[in-house]
């Protein structure tokens, strides 16, 4: 274990954790103004449905997945009498059918990035940066997951690569201040690349729109329809307090009067 | 009963001469900057016309507005859950070909040129992608019915009936101008589609605004507006919208398109409406019957009932004697002469529409036509082109609305004249539509000749208690400036009005290079902002509001008015 492998498991997670968080509290304080999902829908709308739709609905299952690979340990698995064999069918399948349809709608989002002149003449280093990057981190995922079992065939090596044994606990290790370097030196490269490209991700997360994942605007469903605001918070205040208690003044009914 | 306060406007449409000054004054202040060249907040369209953006009115296909659903209010584009799934993409929103490709010319090749045989051209480039464009579509693309013939039919008012007769009989058009903004409804289906909260309703003056911190860019609003008076600035990725120019109006002032109408055609003022049944009059079964709906939402502010529950509800005295002094009351419900635009949309709109009596006239005599009452009313009864069309516009199809207002404006022409040339059988005209004599000579007044104070009655905003404000910072219209760029006159943020932003309106920048014109009513407009900062300093800059007016008492309001504007004041 040398200083290397320290920089790539440890310091650089850290880091790239640390802008993600910090970066995202910094950001919500201060560019309250800046805050939004970015839609370039206005000027092209066709391509835009089918790359939003397909990489939305796609990377949704695959963050879903990502939970139950990396977060949920693998005794709880076996506690819950989930084979090793029939867990790794369903993370293949789903995890593949997911991952396609979520890598051909961000490849198509940034096919339509590059190639619309309107929307790409308007797009800023940051966009190109973490569209590409998701396009990129996808990718790689995919790759480590399919590709894998390829290079597994030809070499004779166990089918399914178990990384609820080694990435998963790497990863666990990290939000409780140990990390255990050691578990990700003998990980396979592909899915070496994709944690330290899903890190640089998480370090432009921030800056970039990718915010409006943590607007999903759920508070909608409780509030009512019309909003009111008043330039005088304290006064309307007292005053819908005073309307409460007191009656209304005698003689006055629904309606204008005829 | 729950009285509230909205700032109404009443458009007199026989007045605009469509030379859309409105429109330009509108953009030069408030959306000439990158990302909202596109919009207009302001837009006058001929009628019939496909609109502003393309048929905007076929609530079919772009689902703005509400709906009856089993009987309860629905928006028309689908309840919250629908909306939350479909957050993704948001299926009814316009494209910007909708509204029109902004575009520049490429000036350069104008100025360069070598001497040469032919003239060198200008070739349109456009603002969003900066390559050449192939001109297709632009604002006011079909202006004064150009075009008419090729694109008259998709004018979504053009139904029924009247598809047939219209498109046979367009060598005898009709048309009239129709100025549009936001209509700052009092059920406004914007708001209640922003999912992330961000769009409201000015608790006292009924303003509707787009809290730009708070935006965050689903459209919902764009699409959820039947009128398309909400817009998405694709630059910074936040909606935007018409804000009735609320500094202006929070200081007595009328709006820009308003205070530069060139017809003179818009009245502002308060009315005083019953909150607690909004919902109820928007959710009446019968369209036809929304009209009489809204109409009985507003309150009589003469009632001395409605004045003391307007002042239980905290409505601050002078503002109820100034929506005693509006003009929108008798436009709108003694007289009964103006009318909301597509009612059917049940947002219950507050700019409400004198349907224009050319079109008729037209027909009757050819354009300003003095035509007898007697000519015109049969004229009024037959024709069924022009009468049904305006009342798709403004009475959700009742026709028997519409001809109830001609017939109105029909006899006040008829009145006046008689009054001026014999003074003999006005009070039969008078009668022939149920009016009162003095009723007519009034609406007379007010619609022809009203000065600039008849026509705009605006209570100054009530900021005694601006330091509350200061929490509120930030949170109101466009009132970005304050964290995006330094403040323009080098003041402290808190102090920075809304407007002072680099390439922005500058409304508010200060006085010598702020006016146009440098006309006094300006200057004595910012001559108030410095006495206010100095104010605010005081206070231990505790004073966000750019519009706090510090007048002791009505004298000194007024004074400052009548100081303010001088003899080239418009109106004077
Ligand atoms: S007209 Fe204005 S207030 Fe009414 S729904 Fe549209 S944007 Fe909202
Ligand atoms: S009220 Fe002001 S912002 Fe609205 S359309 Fe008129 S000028 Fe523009
Ligand atoms: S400025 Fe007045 S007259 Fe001219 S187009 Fe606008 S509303 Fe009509």
């Not at chain 1, 970039?208 to 006064?235: E, M």
Request: a negative charge.
């Amino acid at each position: 274990m040398n200083l290397w492998h320290q920089f790539l498991w440890v310091i650089f997670p850290y880091l790239a954790l640390v802008t993600f968080v910090l970066g995202h509290i910094y950001r919500y304080a201060y560019d309250q103004f800046g805050w939004t999902a970015g839609s370039s829908q206005l000027m092209e709308r066709r391509l835009l449905m089918w790359g939003v739709l397909l990489f939305h609905w796609g990377i949704l299952f695959v963050f879903i997945g990502h939970v139950m690979g990396l977060l949920v340990p693998i005794e709880v698995y076996r506690a819950m009498g989930v084979s090793d064999h029939s867990y790794h069918l369903l993370a293949l399948w789903a995890g593949t059918l997911f991952g396609v349809i979520a890598l051909a709608g961000i490849l198509l989002l940034n096919i339509r990035r590059w190639f619309i002149s309107r929307i790409r003449t308007n797009t800023d280093t940051m966009r190109f940066l973490t569209d590409g990057l998701l396009l990129v981190v996808i990718f790689s995922g995919l790759a480590a997951t399919v590709g894998y079992r390829i290079y597994a065939a030809q070499y004779d090596l166990p089918a399914e690569f178990e990384y609820r044994e080694n990435i998963a606990p790497w990863f666990r290790s990290l939000f409780y201040f140990a990390p255990q370097i050691e578990l990700m030196l003998e990980v396979p490269l592909m899915f070496q690349l994709h944690v330290l490209l899903a890190f640089l991700l998480f370090a432009l997360w921030p800056f970039s729109s990718l915010v409006h994942v943590f607007s999903v605007p759920l508070g909608y469903l409780r509030r009512s329809y019309i909003q009111y605001r008043s330039s005088n918070p304290k006064a309307a205040i007292s005053r819908e307090k005073d309307r409460r208690k007191s009656r209304k003044p005698v003689g006055v009914d629904q309606g204008r009067k005829e | 009963m729950r009285v509230k306060a909205q700032v109404a406007m009443v458009m007199n449409l026989d007045k605009c001469i469509g030379c859309h000054t409105c429109s330009v004054t509108c953009k030069n202040v408030w959306t000439s900057r990158e990302g909202t060249e596109y919009m207009w907040w302001n837009n006058v369209e001929t009628k019939p016309g496909v609109g502003y953006p393309k048929m905007y009115e076929d609530q079919e296909r772009w689902k703005g507005g509400w709906q009856l659903k089993n009987g309860k209010l629905e928006l028309k584009a689908g309840g919250k859950l629908r909306k939350l799934a479909n957050i993704f993409f948001n299926p009814d929103l316009p494209s910007i070909d909708d509204f029109y490709e902004p575009w520049t010319y490429d000036y350069e090749t104008l100025t360069n040129a070598k001497p040469s045989e032919h003239q060198p051209v200008a070739q349109p480039i456009s603002q969003l992608s900066g390559d050449p464009l192939d001109l297709q579509w632009g604002p006011n693309w079909d202006d004064d019915l150009a075009g008419t013939p090729e694109t008259g039919h998709l004018d979504p008012n053009i139904r029924g009936e009247l598809e047939e007769s219209v498109r046979f009989e367009y060598e005898k058009v009709f048309m009239a101008y129709l100025p549009r903004i936001c209509e700052h409804c009092l059920n406004p289906s914007c708001v209640a589609s922003c999912p992330s909260g961000a769009m409201y309703k000015r608790e006292e003056d009924g303003i509707v605004l787009v809290d730009q911190e708070q935006c965050r860019g689903w459209r919902y609003c764009v699409s959820g507006c039947p009128y398309k008076k909400t817009y998405f600035n694709w630059e910074t990725g936040k909606a935007e919208k018409c804000t009735l120019c609320y500094p202006r109006i929070e200081a007595g002032q009328p709006t820009i398109c308003s205070e530069t109408c060139v017809g003179r055609l818009r009245y502002i003022g308060l009315v005083l409406y019953d909150a607690d049944s909004v919902e109820e009059a928007a959710s009446v079964p019968d369209e036809k019957e929304l009209l009489e709906a809204q109409r009985r939402v507003f309150m009589d502010p003469n009632d001395p009932e409605v004045v003391e529950q307007a002042r239980f509800d905290g409505i601050p005295e002078d503002w109820i004697q100034a929506a005693q002094r509006s003009p929108i009351y008798p436009l709108a419900i003694d007289w009964g002469i103006a009318l909301p635009l597509h009612p059917e949309y049940r947002t219950m709109p507050m700019v409400w529409y004198v349907p224009p009596l050319s079109p008729v006239m037209g027909f009757v005599e050819g354009e300003g036509s003095e035509a007898d009452p007697d000519d015109v009313f049969p004229a009024i009864d037959e024709l069924r082109i022009p009468i049904q069309y305006l009342a798709n516009l403004l009475s959700a199809g009742d026709e028997e609305v519409v001809r109830r207002v001609l017939k109105r404006l029909a006899a006040m022409r008829g009145y006046m004249r008689e009054k001026n040339l014999s003074g003999a059988g006005v009070e039969e005209i008078a009668a022939s539509v149920g009016m009162e004599p003095q009723a007519i000579e009034d609406m007379y007044r007010l619609l022809a000749i009203a000065k600039y104070e008849d026509r705009y009655v605006i209570p100054l905003a009530h900021k005694e208690l601006a330091h509350e404000l200061y929490e509120q910072r930030g949170s109101q219209g466009l009132d970005f400036a304050a964290s995006r760029a330094p403040a323009a006159n080098g003041g402290n943020a808190a102090y920075s009005c809304s407007l002072d932003f680099a390439g922005g309106p500058g409304s508010c920048a200060s006085g010598e290079t702020g006016a146009p014109g440098g006309s006094p009513r300006n200057e004595g407009f910012y001559a108030m902002k410095d006495e206010l900062e100095k104010k605010a300093r005081a206070l231990g800059g505790k004073v966000a509001a750019p519009n706090v007016q510090f007048f002791k008492n009505k004298q000194d309001f007024e004074s400052f008015h009548l100081k303010g504007r001088g003899p080239q004041g418009a109106g004077a």
